[in-house]
Nanobody, 124 residues
Framework: VQLQASGGGLGQPGGSLTLSCAASGHNFDYFGMAWFRQVPGKERLFVAGIDWSARIPSYVDSVKGRLTISRDKANNTLHLQMNSLKPEDTAVYYC??????????????????WGQGTQVTVSS
């Protein structure tokens, strides 16, 4: 079972980045999926999630209107479109999958599978 995150890098304030997470080795059709982020010395925090049907997203307030989560069930891929980047978006981003299909579980221990993380740095 593997979640492989990609797409991180350096973005400018006000710019855009797209993260992707490819899932393999398991049927995630009924899993909720999410993105978390973590900065050094701080806990890993929920950013956005999406339910098993790919129809119901959930976001923390600080990213609403700027980040968009989506999933392509046919290709077992999760995405995070990041627009209007801010320096405070700088973090390592992790994708995760949960047997709770709502995609709105905001605690780390609600997720059984994790990707390896991809660094996003927002700086001019």
């Amino acid at each position: 079972v593997q979640l492989q995150a990609s797409g991180g890098g350096l973005g400018q304030p006000g710019g855009s980045l797209t993260l992707s997470c490819a899932a393999s080795g398991h049927n995630f059709d009924y899993f909720g999926m999410a993105w978390f982020r973590q900065v050094p010395g701080k806990e890993r925090l929920f950013v956005a999630g999406i339910d098993w049907s790919a129809r119901i997203p959930s976001y923390v307030d600080s990213v609403k209107g700027r980040l968009t989560i989506s999933r392509d069930k046919a290709n077992n891929t999760l995405h995070l479109q990041m627009n209007s980047l801010k320096p405070e978006d700088t973090a390592v981003y992790y994708c995760a999958a949960s047997t709770y299909g709502s995609g709105n579980v905001r605690r780390m221990n609600g997720y059984e599978y994790w990707g390896q993380g991809t660094q996003v740095t927002v700086s001019s």
